[in-house]
């Protein structure tokens, strides 16, 4: 059974500071990652999606890494801003073609603050 | 492009009653997923609907639980009779093609079983 985990569980840095969100996954077949941002009541947005034949995805200041023999990803967030406290979650899907392979397996969630 | 719209954003029902959300997926996708997040926990997993079918319904937590989508378009999920227990954020997300592509997630709606 896959198990996500995110370390730290909550961040708190202040402006301007680069940093590192960390997901770890059990079983390394896996199809992709999904990095996902989530503000207080809101749904989830869609950051980075890491193909499991890839290494990184970068989209502006945010660069995510997979090393999916290991079961790790990061994220990173360049030049953090008070716009980007949210909680940050990352999710998994396994390979495979039967029904199950197609759900995500999400972690806790990093909740983040970016001090002004 | 109109995202993954849920309705309603929030529910209070009282235990026993029954509760109805609505997912209108983005257009065109055919996968629809339906997931939640209780207290405290992780978004799991409920089910995956394949245009109408039901490709995978394993995390559906028990038969007071039934999802439809008629038509292959929008999905509801109706809980009957609601526990306390159900409490949580409802999330449905969908895809366009299985597997390889990105899960775009509804804003949610938020469920209070009193």
């Known amino acids: 059974k896959q198990e996500v985990t995110q370390i730290p569980a909550a961040l708190s840095v202040p402006e301007g500071e680069n940093l590192v969100l960390n997901c770890s996954f059990t079983d390394s077949a896996i199809y992709n990652l999904q990095w996902f941002r989530q503000d207080p009541g809101k749904g989830l947005t869609s950051l980075l999606l890491i193909q499991s034949s890839q290494r990184e995805q970068t989209s502006g200041r945010l660069n995510a890494s997979l090393d999916k023999s290991s079961g790790r990803s990061t994220l990173y967030i360049a030049a953090s801003q008070p716009g980007d406290s949210a909680t940050y979650l990352c999710?998994?899907?396994?390979?495979?073609?039967?029904?199950?392979?197609?759900?995500?397996?999400f972690g806790s969630g990093t909740q983040l603050t970016v001090l002004p | 492009e109109a995202g993954v719209t849920q309705f309603p954003s929030h529910s209070v029902i009282e235990k026993g009653q029954t509760v109805t959300l609505r997912c209108d997926p983005i257009s065109g996708h055919d996968n629809l997923y339906w997931y939640r997040r209780v207290m405290g926990k992780e978004i799991k997993f409920l089910l995956h609907f394949v245009k109408e079918s039901k490709q995978d319904e394993s995390g559906m937590p028990n038969n007071r639980f039934l999802a439809e989508r008629t038509g292959g378009t929008y999905s509801t999920l109706k809980v009957q009779p609601a526990e306390l227990e159900d409490s949580g954020v409802y999330f449905c997300?969908?895809?366009?093609?299985?597997?390889?592509?990105?899960?775009?997630f509804g804003q949610g709606t938020r469920l209070t079983v009193v």
């Open positions: 999710a998994v899907r396994p390979e495979g073609s039967s029904g199950s392979a197609r759900q995500l397996t």
């Open positions: 997300a969908s895809s366009r093609w299985t597997g390889n592509t990105e899960a775009f």
